[in-house]
């Protein structure tokens, strides 16, 4: 199972994002799903390390954990915000053809995009 956990501050918005796990619908190298779900990930987080808006980045096998920037300038926003919509856009359509393999967790309130 992909769980990923979301944190918010009280105005919504996101601060950081961790991925744990394997969707699990395949053999080890042939999850396709899996696959789809790493790429959406780590290209969402390769996208806002080169716009310089993310404060620390971990990736490793079966873990990608990012912490944004606490301030971002107003350039930086206009460009993170459809990176992150486009994230989350994917990672729903995953979960729609595996519900039972897909969890999401806020710790905080859920983030605006």
Known sequence: MLNLRLRS???RR?????????????PHGK?????????????????LEKLNCISSLDI????IKLKLKRKLTPEQE????????SLFY?????RESYPD??????DGRRPLL
């Open 90 to 94: 994917g990672l729903e359509n995953l």
């Open 9 to 11: 501050n009280a105005r």
């Open 78 to 85: 206009i460009s993170a915000i459809p990176i992150l919509k």
């Open 31 to 47: 999850d396709l799903a899996c696959a789809a779900a790493s790429v959406l990930i780590q290209n969402a987080a390769l996208s």
């Open 14 to 26: 996101l601060l950081s994002i961790e991925a744990r796990g394997h969707l699990g619908t395949a």
């Open 60 to 63: 490793r096998p079966g873990n």
């Open 101 to 106: 393999r897909l969890k999401y967790k806020f």
